[in-house]
């Protein structure tokens, strides 16, 4: 992999997402309050062959997470990330048949899991029924730890 690869999917996945927390953490804390919902990977906590780039990153995004998580709970601000597994998306939907069924055969639950259900757990963690929970990884991947 070249370096130019490497860095341009930190910049992306994981100093894009410090940049949109910092700023809205600023408006958050004067508010003293807010939600903070970041989007890992199940590749950020099992790795994947080929994808070291995409793995960094997302595996830093879930320390930046946690660290961001005891920052900012003095101001009544959460911060949590869904870590998607293999999910039904117009990217995906281009695979080869034999990859998605290689794929859904890695899953325990035997599918792809859909948009939807990561939007729900989003949206849970993003709503005042969450209010206590922060600092965590919600693995949305149908049992599927790579």
């Given amino acids: 992999m ?8 930190i910049r992306v996945n994981l100093i894009g997402a410090f940049t ?4 809205a953490a600023k408006i958050m804390m004067k508010r003293r309050s807010g939600r903070i919902v970041n989007i890992s990977s199940v590749v950020g906590q099992a790795g994947n062959a080929g994808q070291a780039n ?3 990153a997302k595996a830093g995004l879930i320390g930046l997470t946690k660290a961001a998580a005891l920052e900012l709970a003095p101001r009544n601000i959460t911060v949590n990330a869904v870590a ?3 999910v039904e ?9 034999a990859v998605k069924t290689s794929l859904a055969a890695r899953i325990p639950l035997g599918r792809a899991s859909a948009p939807e259900e990561i939007a729900a ?4 963690l993003a709503s ?15 049992g599927m730890y790579l």
């Fill in 2 to 9: 070249k370096d130019e690869d490497f860095a341009a999917v």
């Fill in 20 to 23: 949109c927390l910092r700023e």
């Fill in 54 to 56: 995409y793995a960094a």
């Fill in 84 to 86: 998607p597994g293999f």
């Fill in 89 to 97: 998306t117009d990217m995906t939907a281009v695979l080869p048949d």
């Fill in 121 to 124: 757990a989003v949206s849970y």
């Fill in 128 to 142: 005042d029924e969450a209010a206590s929970v922060t600092g965590q990884v919600l693995g949305i991947n149908g």
